[in-house]
């Protein structure tokens, strides 16, 4: 290990010890947390952050306390704020300064990243609702920061949807008239009706129509569906109304944010609407009932919206985006093959690509806090391909993603010197920076449909900076930089949808397992499963997880018409923010052919006295049988999404029904497991959603799955080769404490 003295810039980072980094955190509430995840998972891991809004200074403070290499720095427009705040909160990495906002409170070029939360909607409630100060403070704050610095908005969005709704609340739980506090839900709808203003009704009330509810005990409202988010996300703020009243909230739509980031230099790291689990379990959920005017049910608002932009050196590509390829040739990079099952004569189709993959994760550890190096802003076209085809959890990004520094190789190569030269190549590393070469580990990544298996090796190196631009080996403009990050943080912001590389969240975790470290406070949607009566039927770890080899396909032929998969071929355009196209590249990708690019993966768990219990499948796949000669495998349960699948709160009851129809198993409740992932990006733009689902323990348990302890599986993840298992083991085991 390299102690802090080889590296001075880090000492700064020791607070004490990495338990007491864990500790802090662990002592925020959970809303606390999921917004330092979300606001803070791609700001670097030092430099001068402003905290716009710092209001009491309590977050900017927390954030200090957490990231003691980050200068912050909280700006409040109220003097009487910024003069308490200096006085509470105090750290060495902690200043507080008045300012607006909205104006140059630093000079230009001078921050590395800047995080408005929950702060701009004010900028236009308390401006006449005038949208174009919102545009100006964006102008403003983009030109203090310096170039690859970050911009975080955490916010609320105008929801997509229908521009009219029926909107059905609660009649009878509460009064007619009266205090606020007492009211029904429905007779403060019409209160809110008449009291609310916006920049779509400056000076007049909001228009409704009321009706009779088809619901017992609720009355129904044809209303804007933006006013009527803009009522569902205040309806509990009772005590505060009369100042929750004064205030827009949405102010923006997704694609508007996205405009405004790109038109001003930025890069979109990531762009999406969130549903706080909370907020939707205690406050959405039978509460209010949101349909179209024909009475189709339609998704909750999003509670939250996040975007991240990242501002590029003048001349860069801001966004790669596929654009109609009129002109097509036969595939010379992916091939499909159709492998016939022998006991069913069905056949499966393969993507198959050549050569072998090879991940290389550097890392080291200063002052007990563990750093990976990764590529950043890596361009990968391929994720936004058929954009036609939306993602469940409606998130957008520009085709730049943050991923394991890795290369195809010939399987024939020496393993060992490929190593050394993917690091001198495309990280910048010498070999007298390595400390120690891991062993390696192989997975598959998507064995239902690609014939991939990943080899990632764990390299020691010692302390360096970093996040350096390397031989751009991309036919666009630039292949990004590497860059050191927190693993601990890393993994938090893959529980909250904030980053999207599987590969580099199972090298992290298997980092940390074999450091024996701690992989920090889970803050996806907390996993509560209930303690059931009944085990089911436990199998031993080596039978649970090395079915019986066998080979149960036959040779594969070449597809002329296949049925399941198609071969695409894209033209990707790199546009710079004036919309201007700076470079063009066509790649192949594989989709299917009449189901959706989401998939749906899942752990079926059952708790009861003695522990939990995890349900794993055993399936014959054609990619497994053709690296290892059998195609027997351990997974987890997986199904690919069909086209009327179109939003994530349509999961749960295509669960209940698939688990049902294929495993015979009875599904209680289900929990998002952690935010969605691209499986293997240069491929596909396969998204994939995990899910743990608590499911009735009975006999049919028995005979469709192989149950296994928790603990037998986390402490035989080496044996794990379906990258979907080891995801979802990995995120379960963290979210229920259990270590992995």
């Known amino acids: 290990m390299t102690s802090t003295n080889q590296s001075g810039r880090y000492e700064k980072q020791h607070r004490g010890t990495q338990a007491a980094y864990e500790a802090y955190f662990k002592g925020m509430d959970a809303s606390m947390q999921q917004k330092v995840a979300l606001t803070t998972a791609h700001f670097p891991v030092r430099g001068r952050i402003a905290d716009m809004g710092s209001g009491s200074g309590r977050g900017t403070y927390d954030l200090a306390c957490l990231y003691g290499g980050l200068e912050l720095v909280g700006v409040d427009i109220n003097p009487v704020s910024v003069e308490r705040a200096a006085r509470e909160f105090r750290r060495p990495n902690l200043s507080y300064v008045e300012g607006d906002i909205a104006e140059m409170v630093f000079p230009r070029e001078s921050l590395d990243g800047i995080l408005d939360s929950s702060v701009l909607h004010h900028v236009t409630s308390f401006n006449n609702f005038d949208v174009r100060r919102v545009h100006a403070t964006l102008d403003n704050q983009v030109a203090q920061l310096k170039t690859g610095g970050v911009i975080v908005i955490r916010d609320f969005v105008i929801p997509d949807g229908p521009e009219r709704v029926y909107l059905d609340l609660p009649a009878n739980d509460g009064t007619e008239a009266g205090e606020v506090v007492g009211l029904s839900t429905a007779a403060l709808f019409e209160r809110f009706a008449h009291e609310w203003h916006s920049s779509v009704n400056c000076d007049a009330p909001v228009p409704f129509v009321k009706s009779e509810s088809p619901r017992p005990g609720f ?150 806090q563990v750093f990976v190096v990764a590529k950043k802003d890596f361009p990968r076209p391929v994720v936004s391909a058929s954009g036609e085809r939306p993602r469940l959890d409606r998130a957008h990004h520009s085709g730049y993603v943050t991923e394991p520094v890795s290369a195809i190789v010939d399987e024939s190569a020496d393993e060992g010197q490929e190593v050394y030269r993917i690091l001198r190549e495309r990280a910048g590393f010498d070999a007298a920076d390595v400390v120690g070469v891991g062993d390696p580990f192989s997975y598959f990544t998507s064995p239902g449909g690609v014939d991939e298996l990943v080899v990632s090796r764990l390299v020691e190196v010692r302390p360096r900076r970093s996040d350096l631009p390397f031989h751009n080996y991309t036919p666009f403009t630039d292949a990004g930089t590497v860059r050191e990050l927190d693993a601990t943080q890393v993994l938090r912001a893959c529980h909250v949808g904030g980053m999207f590389d599987a590969r580099l969240e199972i090298n992290i975790y298997r980092l940390l397992r074999q450091l024996g470290r701690d992989c920090g406070t889970w803050i996806g949607a907390p996993v509560a499963l209930d303690a059931q009566p009944h085990a089911p039927a436990a199998a031993s770890a080596a039978a649970a997880l090395a079915p019986p080899a066998r080979a149960a396909f036959d040779e594969p032929v070449p597809l002329d018409e296949p049925r399941f998969l198609s071969l695409c071929e894209g033209s990707f355009a790199e546009f710079d923010s004036a919309g201007d196209v700076l470079a063009e590249a066509r790649f192949e990708y594989v989709c299917p052919r009449h189901l959706s690019n989401n998939t749906a993966v899942v752990l079926p768990v059952v708790r009861t006295e003695q522990g939990v219990f995890v349900g794993v499948e055993h399936r014959d796949l054609p990619a497994v049988q053709s690296f290892g000669g059998s195609s027997h495998i351990a997974a987890a349960p997986a199904w690919r999404l069909p086209t009327t699948v179109k939003h994530l709160s349509e999961i749960q009851p295509f669960l209940k029904e698939v688990l049902g129809r294929d495993f015979g198993l009875r599904l209680r409740r289900a929990w998002e497991l952690g935010g969605a992932y691209f499986p293997t990006s240069g491929v596909t733009p396969e998204v994939v959603y995990p899910f743990v689902v608590e499911v009735e323990a009975d006999e049919g348990l028995k005979a469709k799955l192989h149950f296994i302890p928790l603990p037998e599986l986390t402490d035989n993840l080496e044996r794990l080769r379906d990258a979907h298992l080891l995801i979802a083991t990995c995120r379960l085991a963290h979210a229920l404490g259990v270590p992995a």
């Open 219 to 368: 009355a129904r409202y044809e209303v804007a569906l933006r006013a009527a988010a803009e009522f569902v996300l205040r309806k509990d703020y009772r005590a505060d109304w009369a100042t929750e009243v004064l205030e827009e909230y949405t102010y923006l739509s997704q694609t508007q944010f996205e405009d405004a980031f790109r038109s001003r230099g930025l890069r979109i790291v990531t762009s999406r609407p969130l549903w706080n689990p909370w907020i939707v379990q205690n406050r959405f959920e039978d509460k209010f009932h949101l349909s179209d005017l024909g009475g189709s049910p339609l998704p909750f608002p999003p509670t939250n919206y996040l975007i991240v932009g990242e501002k590029v050196r003048a001349g860069s590509g801001v966004e790669l985006r596929e654009r109609p390829n009129p002109q097509t040739s036969a595939p010379s990079f992916l091939k499909l093959k159709g492998y016939r099952h022998r006991g069913s004569g069905l056949n499966m189709e393969l993507a198959e690509r050549p050569h072998q993959t090879l991940d290389v994760v550097p890392w080291f550890e200063v002052a007990g």
